[in-house]
């Protein structure tokens, strides 16, 4: 595709529920980044991918978050029973792996526990 | 863990005024970018600096990265309403991972 795509761009579940969140990169970027967002905040690191191996896990913010991605392109963000303070927006984003690149962000996963 | 501080967190000005807007860290980048975001959409590049000492200039944005490569500044000229937005800066470490600030909140007001 033309740029970053991440589906759904809204979710509502209830507390305590599964969720998954997917992102489609640009196709040959080899890097991918996971934010999360909270209403009128900046951008909280979760995780990243070079490939489809993840170098740093150290912003996930509990167990009950995990990510995979396969094929150096589609990558999905489970959150595990989820809890009110997870409402945010789940922001993806790709990029060439070499540097000074540029990193092209999706709309975002608007996710509202409830 | 590399750290970026943005400041001020919050701006509201009247058109036509300037502005700076600050990104800081103890650690030294490859590279710094400034993004900007609009509500309902991801954050789009804006300018990289690479050189420590660099000043780029995009119309009525001016980029500076400090010498040692652990600082950079954003001023504005005669703000306008169109630049209403929240403003990242990211830095880029030797991994290639990104590190975004938490970001300016910059209103302009007609």
């Known amino acids: 595709g033309a740029g970053v795509s991440q589906s759904p761009s809204n979710k509502v579940t209830e507390k305590g529920k599964d969720v998954e969140l997917r992102c489609d990169p640009i196709?040959?970027?080899?890097?991918l980044y996971w934010y999360r967002q909270r209403l009128g905040q900046g951008l909280e690191f979760l995780i990243y991918?070079?490939?489809?191996?993840?170098?740093?896990k150290s912003g996930l913010p509990s167990d009950r978050f995990s990510a995979e991605r396969t094929g150096e392109s589609v990558s999905t963000l489970t959150i595990q029973r989820t809890q009110q303070e997870d409402s945010a927006v789940y922001l993806c984003?790709?990029?060439?792996?070499?540097?000074?690149?540029?990193?092209?962000f999706g709309q975002g996963t608007r996710l509202t526990v409830v | 863990t590399q750290l970026l501080e943005q400041s001020p967190q919050f701006l509201s000005i009247q058109e036509g005024e300037n502005l700076t807007v600050y990104c800081n860290s103890s650690?030294?980048?490859?590279?710094l970018q400034w993004y900007r975001q609009e509500p309902g959409e991801g954050p789009v590049l804006l300018v990289t600096?690479?050189?420590?000492?660099e000043v780029k200039k995009l119309k009525r944005l001016t980029f500076q990265f400090g010498d040692a490569r652990k600082d950079s500044s954003l001023h504005i000229t005669a703000a306008q309403p169109g630049d209403t937005g929240l403003y990242l800066c990211?830095?880029?470490?030797?991994?290639?991972?990104?590190?975004f600030g938490k970001g300016t909140l910059l209103t302009v007001n007609p």
């Open positions: 984003a790709s990029s060439l792996a070499l540097v000074n690149t540029e990193a092209f």
């Open positions: 991918f070079q490939g489809n191996s993840a170098p740093d």
């Open positions: 650690s030294v980048f490859s590279s």
């Open positions: 600096v690479v050189t420590g000492g």
């Open positions: 196709s040959g970027h080899t890097a």
């Open positions: 990211a830095g880029e470490g030797s991994n290639y991972k990104l590190t």
